[in-house]
């Protein structure tokens, strides 16, 4: 490693050097971080970057309870899919990027910018993509498209850096940027040209499977870059706290117009349920994710490293359908949606059991190890959620129907507080033993 990329850091690479006619933050060669980096930790830039994906998150969850308030369950669910999946791959892909390569000088820092414009243009799109999906017409994602044109473009000219820069990364740089445009044309020849319904949701299945082996095809299942497994580890973990964040509007949203009288101060029964709820459900959610040291195990377990990255998608996208379902759930207590009550039920138990089903799933696909004690829990968590779908076939309000779904982490949370955390522990040292750092 040279000394110039082991120093860079967040907060303003190469800044020691401060002779006139140099810029603080100038270009530094992007020959790669050093993977063992002590203290590496997410920096301002990337949090700024984040932000910009609260806007595209925040669009996606509140077309999707729109949608379902409005009876279009199959295309809201289709738009959304398709929505969230783009978000998650835009993000994985800057993130990965980052974790290598950030070199922080003022051309990192530009094309950052850049990137962050298209994910903009592209949050910009996404109400049309719903309108087009519950309308039945061709689905519209040219402005997503545009968007993705504009973060891509960002994205070859940074693996164009390394390129040039560094020959050891030289092979995997030219790849990466091959299957970039190759995906790239592919959304483009979709999203501008006028193919029947059926032939474009082919055509985005083929090329959404086509942006889940890219890092194969020029990685080799992300083991081409020198990622920092911890700094990738908390790359993702305040990602997740950001989506977290769509339940937590979801909740405010659900709760808002529930307040009555004339100066909408009066807390109804159904306010207090939701306000309890989704926040409770948020907390229970955070505290899950959180009991396993993701960052740990990648240290030990870098083969894994693609698994961790795109094992994430369906959890992003289940967090961000929790708080879709709140705000559903608001919609209907306001007399404002055409669901019945199962329904909406349904649409906040189901994404909290797949978020659930999905932790424990990276836990023990990235430990190779299972816990018995683990199919208890689940057990658990799925009894809790089906009660809450029997109580709205019986006939129990929704409040009360939502305010059983926040139960649901807290079986899990409980169990690590007594059980689980000892028996992860033991799962961690076997880890250790088998694969040294």
């Known amino acids: 490693m040279s000394d110039s990329s082991s120093t860079s850091t967040g907060t303003g690479a190469g800044t020691s050097d401060t002779g006139r006619g140099r810029l603080a ?39 999707f309870a729109e949608a379902l308030a409005e009876g279009h369950t199959a295309p809201a669910v289709l738009a959304f899919l398709l929505a969230m999946f783009a978000i998650s791959i835009a993000w994985i892909s800057f993130s990965w990027f980052a974790s290598a390569f950030g070199t922080d000088d003022w051309l990192y820092r530009a094309l950052t910018m850049v990137q962050m ?22 689905l519209n994602l040219r402005l997503m498209v545009v968007g993705y044109i504009v973060m891509r473009l960002a994205m070859v000219l940074q693996w164009w850096r390394v390129h040039r820069e560094s020959p050891q990364f030289r092979k995997v740089s030219r790849s990466e940027i091959l299957w970039i445009l190759v995906a790239q044309v592919c959304w483009t020849v979709v999203a501008f040209t006028h193919l029947p319904s059926v032939a474009v949701i082919l055509a985005v299945v083929a090329i959404g499977t086509l942006e889940l082996l890219l890092p194969v095809f020029a990685q080799g299942r992300a083991g081409g870059t020198p990622w920092h497994p911890h700094h990738t580890a908390e790359r993702y973990s305040l ?12 909740t405010a949203a659900s709760s808002g117009d529930l307040l009555g009288g004339a100066d909408g101060t009066h807390w109804t029964g159904n306010a207090v349920a939701v306000i309890v709820a989704g926040i409770g459900l948020t907390f229970g959610m955070w505290w899950v994710y959180f009991a396993t040291p993701f960052g740990d195990i990648l240290t030990h377990r870098r083969s894994r490293g693609y698994l961790f990255g795109y094992g994430h998608i369906p959890v992003f996208i289940a967090i961000a359908a929790v708080g879709a379902g709140l705000h559903l759930a608001g919609l209907y207590m306001e007399h404002h949606a055409h669901l019945g009550r199962v329904a909406v039920v349904l649409a906040l138990a189901l994404p909290t059991g797949l978020y659930l089903f999905m932790v424990y799933l990276l836990h023990t696909l990235l430990l190779s190890a299972a816990d018995r004690f ?25 409040a009360v129907c939502l305010l059983v779904i926040m139960l649901a982490p807290f079986v899990t949370v409980l169990g690590y507080e007594t059980v689980g955390r000892r028996h992860q522990q033991q799962m961690l040292h076997r880890l250790r033993a088998r694969h040294p750092s």
């Open 117 to 138: 414009t298209g994910v903009v243009v592209f949050a910009l799109g996404i109400p049309a993509l719903f309108h087009s999906a519950v309308e039945g017409d061709h």
């Open 239 to 250: 990602f997740t706290i950001i989506v977290l964040g769509e339940s937590v509007v979801g």
């Open 374 to 398: 683990h199919l208890l829990l689940v057990s658990l968590t799925l009894l809790v959620l089906a009660a809450a779908a029997l109580l709205a076939v019986a006939g129990v309000s929704v």
């Open 25 to 63: 933050h100038r270009l530094l060669p992007m020959t790669g971080r050093d993977p063992d980096e002590t203290h590496r930790v997410a920096t301002p830039l990337e949090l700024l970057f984040d932000l910009t994906f609260v806007v595209a998150v925040g669009t996606a969850a509140h077309q």
